[in-house]
């Protein structure tokens, strides 16, 4: 085994085991509104579920290159904080995979990714934030608390209202069709995996 303290990594090669070897991960499309009214969209993939006592989610972002908050975590930030409260999370199917990558550049804050991703945002039903149009789930969610764990932001948000395509979840057990909804993972950088490829593992 090839044993590695930490403390001898530089900060490329952290960021690089960690996104090659935490795999596949879950991809949030989260969608936050700027007090300004202006509309933010961009992919994380540092993306889980919380619990659901309540029902909640995470996300974490880190900075952009010149040290400031990614404009996701500065939106989603209570309104004491500068933000507006609020964050969607539209789960990443393989349809909306070339426009998620398009949604990740670095655009100054208050400009929207939708335009440049192709996407359209659609009103979200509880929260002002918008929800990605033709997203087969989409979570809205209430900012519960934002955690710095150094240079990093881990965004926890209550989810308050879940927005299901018709015919995707069967309605009385609400387990999920997962050959309709077709999401993806990221596997790397560049690197995404399908979830069309499953076994079971009896005993749960
Ligand atoms: C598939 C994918 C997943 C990503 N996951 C993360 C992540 O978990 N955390 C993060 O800080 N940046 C992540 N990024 C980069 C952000 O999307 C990118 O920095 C984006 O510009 C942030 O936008 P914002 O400033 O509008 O919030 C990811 C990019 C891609 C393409």
Redesign the pocket.
Known sequence: MLEIDVADMTERQREHLLLWSVVPRP?AMVSTLAPSGAV?L??????TAVGYAPMALL????R?ADGSE????RNARPPAEGGTGEFTVSVLVEKFAEA??AA????PYGES?YELAGLRPTPGSRVRAPRVEGSPIAFECRTSAVIPVGAFFVVVGEVVHVAVEEGLIDEVSFHVDLDRLGSVG?MGAADYVRTSDRFVVDGY
């Open positions: 991809i933010n961009a992919p994380f993939s540092y993306f996300f974490c972002a880190g952009r990614k404009d996701s975590c998620a990558s990740a550049r670095p655009l990714e990221r």
